[in-house]
């Protein structure tokens, strides 16, 4: 038997947007509805415990609402229950309770199962239980698992959204999450011997995320679903996955927002942003290396859809599409065989890890920064890192852009710059992106929801929580070309005349990065 949800009532058309429909204005209704809800803030997990007191994981990285996922549980004690919450404002409470299961019974699951060919961990566990997703409202979702021995863990899900014409899209990056994630001893970093050598060339979304279980979630992405939850904004949800299988949710966008730390993204999915962008839908790209690790999807257990993502990096010479599919390998954009690098969506290019460096605003009258008091060369310390990009002069750049931060940083001993930076297209589409892997988990600087917040304080949390606000509000009014002044390049005056900077040698990926 299913369990269900039971505790909540909870095309473009030549460039102009349509009419509200009754049935927008009912989901804009619902949607306030939701967000007037009392929150529940005992969504926090309070002891992991053992690695394997209570682990589990969906088996799909979204639904629909109203469709059903499966749910695999592997845990010492003898049962376990499901509390599902939705991240939001909710009065400061920052999550709701939309469903909780009964008892079930717990058991521990068996080892996982290992590919040879790919060195790929697939948990192979059997479905706990099955859970149907009625009346719950779109979203992301902390799915939290409570041991009866006291132990928690998180599962993330994404309950997205059909079509969000008019709306913001926040676009989740699961495919980053499980790059990452070293369950069973693999990630596309490392091997079970901690070695860049012996790591997964193949990673399946079929097993537990290690640690919390939601931790790339939780550092880079939900404080920026809180903050536009709490501005009121028509909101829609996704996954750079679901954009993948289904572009047809961008069409009619207002914005799309990459979050904070989404670097693995496939072909098709840059494909559908950039026609996205193109037909006048703003994009926000708030990490760094973003759009970097180029990617495929394959099946899962059952030919389930993109259940496994694919990444050679270096080792793309022993990638089997390599002889008869070149623009699929999965080499770094910007490499052999199909280089095609990032900077031409985002305006950066991403240039190093690690880096610590304060964040130096160079354009204190640009609109983005209106309300936050800033003057040329005001600084905030840490707020760039541990990644960083940069405009890179010579590399595929739109323009006009306009370099509106410009933060000197040491690299490995190597002494560059990031770069905040701002562009338009003939749509009117804006494109903004921060430079910085931290701009995310700095909206929660000088809060007690920091986190680890590399020592930056409360008045960067305020000026990245202004910006940020600006940016939203704007980019949901539509095409800020339309609305906000058009960007004045500046690259030569920064770089200047004639200056080439030579690209960078890409990351081989040799250093865990689990701690970005």
């Avoid at 008869?324 to 999965?330: A, C, E, K, P, Q």
Wanted: aromatic share 10%; net charge positive; proline share 6%.
């Amino acid at each position: 038997m299913a369990a269900t949800g039971c505790d909540s009532s909870a095309e473009r058309n030549g460039g102009h947007r349509a009419r509200p429909s009754r049935r927008g204005d009912a989901a804009r209704r619902a949607e306030e509805a939701e967000r007037a809800r009392p929150g529940n803030a005992d969504w926090r997990i309070r002891s992991t415990g053992p690695p394997d007191a209570i682990e589990g994981y969906a088996d799909r990285v979204s639904v629909l609402p109203g469709e059903e996922f499966g749910l695999y549980v592997s845990t010492t004690a003898p049962a376990f229950r499901v509390s599902a919450y939705r991240i939001g404002w909710y009065g400061g409470a920052q999550a709701r309770l939309v469903w909780r299961s009964g008892r079930v019974a717990g058991r521990k699951q068996g080892v996982p199962l290992f590919l040879d060919a790919t060195r790929t961990v697939r948990a192979d566990w059997d479905r706990s239980l099955r859970v149907r997703t009625r009346n719950w409202p779109e979203g992301a979702y902390l799915l939290r698992l409570d041991a009866s021995n006291r132990h928690q863990r998180y599962v993330p899900l994404i309950v997205r959204s059909r079509r969000a014409r008019g709306r913001t899209v926040l676009m989740h990056a699961p495919a980053t999450w499980q790059a990452y994630n070293t369950w069973g001893g693999f990630s596309l970093y490392q091997g079970q011997d901690g070695a860049y050598g012996t790591r997964s060339l193949a990673v399946s979304f079929d097993r537990p995320y290690a640690g919390s279980g939601a931790e790339k979630f939780l550092v880079y992405e939900r404080a920026l679903v809180v903050l536009a939850e709490r501005l009121g904004l028509p909101l829609a949800y996704t996954t750079g996955v679901d954009v993948h299988l289904d572009p047809a949710v961008l069409r009619g966008a207002s914005a799309v927002i990459s979050l904070g730390h989404d670097e693995y993204w496939t072909p098709q999915q840059r494909q559908y942003v950039t026609r996205a962008r193109d037909d006048g839908t703003n994009l926000a790209f708030l990490g760094a290396n973003t759009c970097f690790r180029r990617i495929r999807l394959a099946p899962g257990p059952g030919g389930a859809p993109a259940r496994t993502a694919i990444c050679y990096k270096t080792a793309y010479r022993d990638d089997p599409y390599l002889v008869s599919h070149r623009d699929l390998v999965t080499a770094d954009f910007r490499q052999a065989p199909a280089p095609d690098p990032e900077s031409s969506l985002t305006g950066v290019l991403y240039e190093g890890y690690p880096t610590d460096a304060p964040y130096v605003v160079l354009d204190s009258g640009h609109w983005l920064f209106a309300g936050t008091g800033v003057d040329d060369g005001d600084s905030f310390d840490h707020l760039v890192g541990v990644e960083y990009d940069r405009v890179t002069p010579g590399e595929p750049t739109p323009a006009p852009l306009r370099i509106i931060a410009h933060s000197p940083v040491v690299c490995r001993g190597r002494h560059s710059h990031s770069d905040s930076a701002y562009y338009t297209v003939a749509s009117g589409a804006g494109v903004f992106a921060s430079g910085t892997m931290r701009w995310v988990e700095a909206l929660m600087a000088g809060t007690r929801e920091n986190g680890r917040n590399h020592g930056m304080d409360a008045r960067t949390g305020s000026f990245v929580t202004r910006t940020t606000e600006n940016l939203l509000r704007a980019f949901a009014a539509g095409p800020c070309g339309r609305t906000r002044p058009k960007p004045k390049d500046n690259v030569r005056a920064v770089y200047g005349a004639g200056t080439r900077v030579s690209r960078p040698e890409a990351d081989t990926g040799t250093t865990e990065r689990t701690s970005a």
